[in-house]
C-alpha cells in the first residue's frame, strides 16, 4: 500500500509547483534564475556564431548571468505548437500567432512598469491589436519588417514591380518562362499574399484585407494558387533551402524575407530584394512571455533587454527588418541612418501585418477561418 | 523428477542462492516467467500502451482555432482521412512504397545472387562491406548529400549533360506523375534516393535466401534438361521469394514511414510521415496526426499478412 502513497505524494507535488508557476505577474523582478529559454524565428536571436559582429546575447549573458538558449521556429503554427508543449519562457510571436496563443491561455499579460524603456518603444506599436486585448498588453514589441519579394539580378536586369513574376505565368526579361524558376512559402498564411495581389489586380471581388475574405473571395484566391501551383519550383520552408535552390537549382524569385537575402548578398551572390506595387505582407514580431514560464525574472530581464537601441538597430541590420524603438534607427553602425527607410520604415501603412483569419471578421461579417486556410494549403501544395 | 529430488535431498544445509537455484529448478513455469516479464513489461509499457494512447487520442477533437485538443471523442478525424486531399498523401505514399519494393528487389536479386553463388573469400568480404558500408554514415547526410547530387548545377545533371543525354532527361521530366522541374524536384528524384537509401535492407535478405538454396537442385534441374532460364523460373525464384518478400518488408515501411527523404527531394506535397510532422509538429494537431499514424500501421499489418501467405516466415 505504500506505493500508491508515493504516487499520489508525487502527483500532488507535481500539480502543486505547476500552480505556482501560474501565478500573476510579477510585481518585481528579482535574482535571475541563470537561465531563459527562448522560441525564436531564425536569425533573431543572434551570439555572433554566423558573423562576429551581430551579437546580442553574449553581452547580456555577461550583466545578467542568465545563459540564453534559443529553439528557432520556422512557422508560425510551430510557434504556437512549441508554446503548447511548454517549457518555454519566451515566444517571438508574429501576428498570426499571437492571438492564438492569448486565447489559448499559452501567453501572460506582461506589467509594464517592469518595462522601464517601454515609453521608447515605437507609438504605432505600443497599442497594437495583435498583442493587446481588453487594454492588456501580452508582450512588448520586438521588430516588423515585410515579406519581400527576392530575385536574381542577372535575370531581371530591373526589379520586378509586382508580385505577377510568382503568381502568373510569364515570360521573364531573359526569354524564358518563370514555370519551375519561382517559389512560394509553405505556410498557410501565404494564401494572404495571394488575396493581397487579387485586391490589386481584381477590384471586383471587393478584399479589403487579405486575411478577411468572404466565400467568393476566398474561391477566387485557392483559384489562382491552383494555377501557381504549376509554376512552383518548391515550397519553401527551410531558409537554408531557399538560398540554396536560389544558388544550384536557377530558382529566380520568391516570396522571401530581407534576412536571406542580405545573407545571399554577403556572399555576392547575383540577388536583391524589392518591395512590390501591390504592397506585401508582414509579420510585426511581440516578445511574449509564457504562462509558465519557468524563469520568470531572467524573462523580464530579457524583455528589457530586448528594446535597447543597440540590439535593435543591429537586428535590424542582420534581419532586413524594422525596430521597434525609433531611437535605434539613428547612429547605429551596422545599419546606418537609411537603415530604416530602406527596410520600410515609413511603409507601415502599406503592410498588412500576418494576423490569424477568424470566422468573425470586421469588415464583412463573416469571413473563412484559418482552420480552412490550414486545409487548402495543405490540398493545394499536393496538386488538388 | 527424480533428479530433482535427489539434487534437493544431497546437501543438509545450503546457502540462499543455492536454495534460490533449486526453487527456480523445481518450478520451471515460475523461471520462465522470470526471464519473461521483464521484456513483456518493456513491451507492454512501451510498445503497445504508447501505441493504444496514440490510438486513443485520435478520437480527441481539436480546436482550430486556440489550437488546443479537447476531450470530446469524435470520429472526426478519420472520416477526415478520407478528403480528397488527405486520401491524396495515403496514395502517393503506397505507390512511391510500392514502387520503391519492386524496383529494389529487381536491383538486390543480381547482386545478391552473385554474392551468394559466385564470391567467394575477399570478393564475398568486398561485397559484404560494400553493401553495409553506407549504412554506416548518418540517414540525414546521406539525403542532403542527394539534393546537392541531383540539383541542377549539381554533379548528376553535369554528368548526364558530359554523355550528351540532356534530351534523355528532359524526356524524363517531363512525363506527367513522375517528372517535375529539375531531378530534385522531381518523383524520379526522390524514387532513386529511396531506392539508394534502402538498397541494402533488400539485398542482404535475397543472398540469405539463396545462399540457403541447394546446388545439388540446380545441378538436378540441368539434369532434367531445364535451360538457366528455365531454372530460374521454376527453381530459384520460387525459393528466392521468402527472401524477396522479407526484403520488401523493410524497404515497403521505411519508405512509409519516412518524412525526411519526402521533405528534402522531390515534388511539393505531403507524405504520410511528412503530414503527421506537419499535424503533430507544427500545428500541434495531435488527433489527426493520430489517425494518420493509423494508415501505415493497417497497411503494414494487411501487407505481412500477404508476405505470409508468400512465406517469407517460414524460415524463422
Not at chain 1, 148 to 163: C, E, G, I, Q, R
Not at chain 1, 224 to 240: A, F, P, S, V
Not at chain 2, 231 to 252: E, N
Request: hydrophobic content about 45%; charged content about 15%; proline content about 6%.
Amino acid at each position: 500500500m505504500a506505493k500508491p502513497n508515493l504516487i499520489l505524494t508525487t502527483l500532488a507535488a507535481a500539480v502543486m509547483s505547476a500552480a505556482s508557476y501560474s501565478a500573476a505577474a510579477l510585481e518585481k523582478i528579482g535574482p535571475g534564475e541563470g537561465r531563459v529559454d527562448i522560441v525564436a524565428w531564425a536569425g533573431y536571436i543572434e551570439r555572433g556564431e554566423t558573423d562576429p559582429a551581430f551579437d546580442w546575447v553574449t553581452e547580456f549573458e555577461k550583466n545578467t548571468g542568465c545563459m540564453v538558449n534559443v529553439k528557432t521556429a520556422a512557422t508560425s503554427d510551430e510557434m504556437v505548437s512549441l508554446m503548447a508543449k511548454g517549457g518555454y519562457d519566451l515566444v517571438t510571436a508574429s501576428g498570426d500567432a499571437s492571438l492564438r496563443l492569448i486565447y489559448g491561455n499559452r501567453v501572460q499579460p506582461i506589467n509594464l512598469d517592469l518595462i522601464k524603456a517601454w515609453e521608447s518603444v515605437d507609438e504605432r506599436l505600443q497599442n497594437a491589436p495583435w498583442h493587446t486585448v481588453a487594454g492588456k498588453h501580452y508582450g512588448v514589441p520586438f521588430e516588423w519588417g515585410p515579406n519581400v519579394l527576392m530575385y536574381n539580378t542577372d535575370v531581371f536586369k530591373t526589379a520586378p514591380d509586382s508580385w505577377k513574376v510568382v503568381f502568373e505565368e510569364m515570360t521573364l526579361p531573359d526569354g524564358k518562362s518563370n514555370k519551375g524558376r519561382v517559389q512560394a512559402y509553405d505556410g498557410p498564411i501565404y494564401i494572404a499574399d495571394a488575396a493581397l495581389y487579387l485586391k490589386a489586380h481584381k477590384p471586383e471581388l471587393g478584399i479589403i484585407d487579405p486575411y478577411e475574405l468572404n466565400e467568393e473571395q476566398y474561391a477566387a484566391v485557392l483559384e489562382l494558387l491552383r494555377g501557381q501551383h504549376e509554376l512552383i519550383h518548391r515550397y519553401w520552408h527551410d531558409y537554408n533551402v531557399q538560398m540554396s535552390d536560389f544558388k544550384n537549382e536557377g530558382v529566380v524569385a520568391s516570396s522571401s524575407w530581407p534576412f536571406m537575402a542580405n545573407l545571399l548578398m554577403a556572399e555576392n551572390q547575383p540577388v536583391a530584394m524589392t518591395f512590390p506595387q501591390e504592397g506585401a505582407t508582414g509579420w510585426a514580431d511581440t516578445t511574449m512571455m509564457a504562462t509558465d514560464a519557468p524563469h520568470p525574472n531572467c524573462a523580464y530581464e530579457w524583455l528589457n533587454w530586448s528594446i535597447t537601441p543597440k540590439l535593435q538597430g543591429d537586428l535590424a541590420a542582420w534581419f532586413g527588418a524594422v525596430p521597434a524603438v525609433p531611437a535605434a534607427c539613428k547612429g547605429n553602425e551596422l545599419l546606418g541612418d537609411e537603415g530604416c527607410a530602406t527596410n520600410g520604415f515609413d511603409n507601415f501603412e502599406d503592410v498588412y501585418f500576418w494576423k490569424t483569419p477568424t470566422a468573425k471578421c470586421e469588415t464583412q461579417g463573416s469571413c473563412v477561418s484559418y482552420s480552412r486556410w490550414t486545409r487548402d494549403y495543405i490540398a493545394i501544395m499536393g496538386g488538388r | 523428477m527424480t533428479a530433482i529430488s535427489g539434487a534437493s535431498a544431497s546437501p543438509a544445509v545450503r546457502s540462499a542462492a543455492g536454495r534460490f537455484a533449486d526453487f527456480l529448478y523445481r518450478r520451471p513455469n515460475f523461471y520462465l516467467l522470470l526471464l519473461l516479464v521483464p521484456p513483456l513489461l518493456w513491451f507492454g509499457a512501451v510498445y503497445i500502451a504508447s501505441l493504444l494512447s496514440l490510438l486513443w487520442q485520435s478520437l480527441y477533437t481539436f480546436d482550430d482555432f486556440t489550437m488546443t485538443v479537447s476531450h470530446t471523442l469524435t470520429l472526426a478525424n478519420y472520416t477526415q482521412l478520407f478528403d480528397a486531399a488527405n486520401f491524396d498523401i495515403i496514395v502517393r505514399t503506397v505507390v512511391m512504397a510500392l514502387a520503391v519494393s519492386v524496383f529494389s528487389a529487381m536491383l538486390a536479386f543480381p547482386v545478391a545472387y552473385y554474392m551468394a553463388r559466385y564470391a567467394t573469400g575477399r570478393t564475398k568480404a568486398f561485397f559484404y562491406i560494400a553493401v553495409m558500408l553506407p549504412m554506416w554514415t548518418s540517414y540525414i547526410v546521406k539525403a542532403y548529400a542527394w539534393t546537392l547530387l541531383l540539383a541542377k548545377e549539381g554533379v548528376t545533371s553535369w554528368f548526364i549533360h558530359g554523355l550528351g543525354l540532356d534530351a534523355v532527361l528532359q524526356f524524363l521530366l517531363d512525363i506527367p506523375g513522375i517528372g517535375g522541374n529539375t531531378l530534385s524536384t522531381s518523383n524520379i528524384g526522390r524514387f532513386f534516393v529511396f531506392t539508394y537509401i534502402w538498397l541494402p535492407f533488400m539485398i542482404l535478405p535475397i543472398q540469405a535466401a539463396l545462399e540457403r538454396l541447394p546446388p545439388s537442385l540446380l545441378q538436378a534441374s540441368a539434369d532434367l534438361g531445364a535451360n538457366p532460364l528455365r531454372t530460374f523460373r521454376h527453381v530459384i525464384f520460387p525459393l528466392a521469394i521468402p527472401g524477396i518478400a522479407a526484403g520488401s518488408i523493410f524497404t515497403f515501411s521505411l519508405t512509409l514511414g519516412d518524412y525526411i527523404v519526402p521533405q528534402l527531394v522531390g515534388p511539393p506535397g505531403l507524405f504520410l510521415g511528412s503530414m503527421v510532422y506537419v499535424q503533430q509538429g507544427a500545428i500541434g494537431n495531435m488527433p489527426m496526426a493520430a489517425a494518420f499514424t493509423l494508415v501505415p500501421v493497417v497497411l503494414i499489418a494487411v501487407y505481412l499478412s500477404m508476405v505470409k501467405k508468400l512465406g517469407a516466415f517460414d524460415a524463422l
